[in-house]
C-alpha cells in the first residue's frame, strides 16, 4: 500500500506542475495541457479506488492513519478536478469572446462609414462588458462550489476520523475491562494454591503422625 500511496502522491505533484504550465501555455498548446491533466486525474482516481481496498487490509492499529491518507487524496484529486473544469470553462468563454469580436468586425453594414463606426464601438463596448460580468459571475460560482465542496468533505472526513477514534476507544476500554477480570481471577486463584498447599501439609502431617 505506501508504494501506491506514494505512487499516487508524486501523480498530484506532476498535475500541479500540469497547472503551472497551463497558465503559461498559449491558446493553441492549452488544450493539449488539459488533456494531460486529465489523463493523469484519471489515473489517481484509479489509485485511490485501489487504495480504499488496501485500507482495508491493514492491521487494526494503522488502518485509521491509513484511512486519512487516502481520503486526503481523494480530496486533493477532487480539488484538481474543479480547478481543470473552471480553467476549461474560463478558456471555452475566451474563445467564444474571441470569435464573436472577430464577427462583429467582419460584418458588413449598409450604412454610412460614421454610423457604422459608432456602431462598432458601442458593440464592442456592451459585448466586452457583457462578457466580463459573465466571466466573473462564473468565477465567483465556481469559487463558491469549489469551496462548498472542499467543507462538505472535509466534514465527511472529520466524522469518518471521529468515528474511528471512538471504536478504538471503545475496543480499549473493552481491553482494560478484560485486564482487570484477569487481574482479579489471578488474585483469587493465588489464595486457592495457598490454601490447597495449607490442607495438603495438614494431611500429610496427620497421615505421618497417625498411620507411621
Do not use: W
Request: charged share 25%.
Amino acid at each position: 500500500m505506501d508504494i501506491l500511496y506514494h505512487r499516487t502522491s508524486a501523480l498530484l505533484e506532476e498535475v500541479h506542475r500540469h497547472f503551472v504550465r497551463l497558465e503559461r501555455s498559449p491558446p493553441d498548446k492549452a488544450p493539449l495541457v488539459e488533456q494531460e491533466i486529465q489523463s493523469v486525474l484519471d489515473t489517481v482516481n484509479d489509485n485511490c479506488s485501489k487504495l480504499d481496498i488496501l485500507v482495508n487490509k491493514e492491521i487494526p492499529s494503522r488502518r485509521v492513519a491509513a484511512r486519512v491518507q487516502v481520503d486526503q487524496l481523494k480530496y486533493d484529486c477532487r480539488h484538481y478536478q474543479t480547478s481543470l473544469q473552471n480553467a476549461i470553462h474560463r478558456r471555452m468563454l475566451r474563445e467564444q469572446e474571441i470569435r464573436e469580436r472577430e464577427e462583429l468586425l467582419n460584418k458588413k453594414f449598409s450604412t454610412n462609414e460614421e454610423n457604422t463606426t459608432i456602431m462598432i464601438d458601442h458593440s464592442l463596448q456592451h459585448n466586452t462588458s457583457l462578457q466580463n460580468a459573465n466571466r466573473g459571475m462564473d468565477d465567483l460560482l465556481g469559487s463558491g462550489e469549489s469551496i462548498l465542496t472542499n467543507m462538505r468533505e472535509q466534514r465527511m472526513t472529520l466524522k469518518g476520523a471521529h468515528k474511528k477514534i471512538l471504536d478504538i476507544a471503545n475496543t480499549l476500554g473493552l481491553s482494560n475491562t478484560v485486564m482487570r477480570l484477569i487481574e482479579k481471577r489471578t488474585y483469587q486463584d493465588k489464595y486457592v494454591l495457598f490454601g490447597g498447599m495449607f490442607v495438603t501439609c495438614v494431611i500429610m502431617f496427620l497421615v505421618v503422625k497417625y498411620l507411621t
